[in-house]
């Protein structure tokens, strides 16, 4: 398995692909949090913390993550590589492991120039070092369960279709509505007190819990159901090849 992890790896950084998806998040979230004037803008706003941060990634993953994660079985089948693939000695486990794991390398090595913004605030706060660092960590565990969470969206995609394109389209949009489809449903206030049980179905409920600093067991649950599920959707479509 960790032979095709690196391989998986090696591939992301020798392409254009891995590159452009970490130049595209440093860049537009370095953008929005110190030049651009939005909401965001951590000069402008005064507030020594970097929320504008985790804000603006849970909506960048849900272009970028798909991006990276559409020619993670839809590239294997247009080459022919996928029959080849299944002859090695690995289980339909350890190549989807391996695939997961791979892309979420790739999004936690985006994430780490980030730390400098972090140290950045912690020094530009009055008094130094005012800032919330347990909010802080637990926003990026919680950007970390929901990179996970989206990247077993797409590799469910993936396995679906042998054009990277529509894998891309599909992708986009599932990622979206996990997100925040349900909050949408939640707002209708005819549901009552259903609508709040519909609503923690989705991710961004407990994302935004999780970027608290709040650590519940119920949040972690919910996104290592997510990745489950979708994970458990690939194999068996994997599997599907056999009958």
Not at 10 to 16: A, F, G, N, V
Not at 99 to 118: E, M
């Amino acid at each position: 398995m960790w032979s095709l992890y690196i391989k998986e790896i090696k591939t992301y950084l020798s392409s254009l692909v891995g590159y452009i998806f970490i130049a595209v998040f440093l860049i537009v979230t370095g953008l929005f949090l110190w030049i651009f004037p939005n909401i965001n803008n951590i000069p402008l706003s005064g507030m020594a913390d970097v929320q504008g941060l985790f804000n603006l990634s849970r909506f960048l993953f849900i272009l970028l993550i798909p991006a990276i994660t559409m020619r993670s079985f839809s590239e294997e089948k247009r080459l022919g590589t996928m029959e080849l693939l299944f002859t090695k000695p690995l289980s339909d486990n350890q190549i989807i492991m391996a695939k997961l794991l791979s892309a979420l390398t790739l999004f936690i090595i985006a994430l780490i120039p980030t730390l400098t913004y972090v140290v950045s605030i912690f020094y530009l706060g009055n008094p130094i070092g005012n800032i919330d660092m347990g909010s802080t960590w637990g926003s990026y565990l919680g950007l970390i369960f929901l990179g996970s969470a989206f990247i077993s969206v797409g590799l469910f995609v993936s396995s679906l279709t042998n054009n990277q394109i529509v894998a891309f389209i599909l992708t986009a949009p599932l990622c979206f509505i996990l997100s925040f489809g349900f909050e949408f449903i939640y707002s209708f206030d005819a549901l009552g007190n259903f609508g709040y049980i519909i609503k923690q179905l989705g991710i961004d409920h407990h994302y935004t819990s999780i970027s608290k600093g709040v650590i519940d067991l119920r949040d972690i649950i919910y996104f290592l159901s997510v990745n489950f599920i979708f994970l458990l959707a690939t194999r068996i479509v994997l599997i599907s090849r056999k009958w």
